[in-house]
Structures are given as C-alpha cells and as structure tokens.
C-alpha cells in the first residue's frame, strides 16, 4: 500500500472534466514537499506531465492542470482524449521516510 | 535532445548479481543528480537510488541497501547501477531518471525507455 494513495481507476468521456486525487500526510504534502505527475502510456516509460503541482513542461497540452492543497493534490484533465488513455502517478517527497515517494497510479479509460 | 538509454538488462537466478548502465546524451551529464526508478510487472513505480552529481553521495530505498550499489562516470556521461543478492522480488523494468529541482520541490524530468531485469531460477 503506497504512502501517496490514488484510486487505481477513474473514467470520462471527452467534453467531461476528470480528476485524479492523491492523498497523502503531514510528512509529505502536507509538510509542503510539491506534487509532480507522470504520465505512462501503455508500454513506455512514465513521461512528466505537471512539475511543482501545477506547471507544465513545455509540450503538455493545457488540458491537463494540477492543483495541491493540504495533504491532499488532484490532477485534473478538461475533456479527455482517446490518446489520454494511460496510468498516471503523483510524486512528492516524504521527510520522515527520507525517499521520493510515488502513488500507486491510477488507469484513466476514455468512454 | 536529452536521452537516457539503458543496457545490461537479463536473466539471472537468485542470488546473482547484474551491471546496469545508463549513456546520457543531450545534457551536461556533471551538472545533475541522477536516479534509478524501477516497476514490477504489473505495479506501480518506486525509487531505488540516486547519485551526486558529481559522485560524492548516494542514497538507497531500504529494500536495496547493502546489496546495489550505485555509481557514475562523469567523463563517460555514464551511470551504474550495480545489483547483486538478487531476489525474485527484484523483479522489473529499472529506469534511468534525471533528477531536477530542489528541497521541496524536487522531481524526475527525463526517464530511459528501461531496462528489464528478470531474477528466476
């Protein structure tokens, strides 16, 4: 069981707006350690998707957004695309555990 | 272009040991630290190690430290991870990340495509 916990599915058709959540402590989001996000597609390595909770590398496309808040960060992606189909993980640090730490990834299906 | 491309993947049974290795291109190799990140068949991602950019510390998850070992060689803009004692439960695709960031706001900005390590008698 991961320290960060993520549902391990949610699902959106396009032109909806879906969130994955990822809960974690007061030693780590909650300890002001950001959030990033990785985005697997099937077969490929993990690619990063938002950086220090809600930016973006260049090349993401604006319809995926992080947030952070508490202990808590979401990843939220406006009106899905077939191409979205993929396991998406959150990141942060945890100071009691001394280790980068990842959520156990959540499966995003596009209906 | 950054690249990260891993090689030394295999089988290998209990107990044995395997040499992974990372070439980096496209980027002052010195200037970061650098990780392994690994994936069981099926699972989610978890951090094994990390190295100084220049060498001079490192870092293990508990599940690895005192048997992998790892290390770079700036002049060949290469890194290492050395594994030995493997269990079946080292079982995984081992990824070649770069770290980037700071303190708090620490994460991992370029992945290798991974190399599979399969530990079977």
């Known amino acids: 069981q991961s320290v960060l916990t993520q549902p391990p599915s949610v699902s959106g058709a396009p032109g909806q707006r879906v969130s994955i959540s990822c809960t974690g402590s007061?030693?780590?989001?909650?300890?002001?350690?950001?959030v990033h996000w990785y985005q697997q597609l099937p077969g490929t390595a993990p690619k990063l998707l938002i950086y220090a909770n809600s930016n973006r590398p260049s090349g993401v496309p604006d319809r995926f957004s992080g947030s952070n808040s508490g202990t808590s960060a979401s990843l939220a992606i406006t009106g899905p695309q077939a191409e979205d189909e993929a396991d998406y993980y959150c990141?942060?640090?945890?100071?009691?555990?001394?280790?980068?730490?990842f959520g156990g990834g959540t499966k995003l299906t596009v209906l | 272009e950054v690249q990260l491309v891993e090689s030394g993947g295999g089988l290998v049974q209990p107990g044995g040991s395997l040499t992974l290795s990372c070439a980096a291109s496209?980027?002052?190799?010195?200037?970061?630290?650098m990780h392994w990140v690994r994936q069981a068949p099926g699972k989610g991602l978890v951090w094994v190690s990390r190295i100084h950019s220049d060498g001079s510390s490192t870092s293990y998850a508990d599940s690895v430290k005192g048997r992998f070992a790892i290390s770079r060689d700036n002049a060949k803009n290469t890194l290492y991870l050395q594994m030995n004692s493997l269990r079946v439960d080292d079982t995984a695709v081992y990824y070649c990340?770069?770290?980037?960031?700071?303190?708090?706001?620490?994460?991992?900005?370029?992945w290798g495509q991974g190399a599979l390590v399969t530990v079977s008698s």
């Open positions: 007061s030693s780590n989001i909650g300890a002001g350690y950001d």
């Open positions: 990340v770069r770290g980037r960031g700071y303190d708090s706001a620490y994460y991992f900005d370029y």
């Open positions: 496209g980027f002052t190799f010195s200037g970061y630290w």
């Open positions: 990141q942060s640090y945890d100071r009691s555990l001394s280790t980068w730490l």
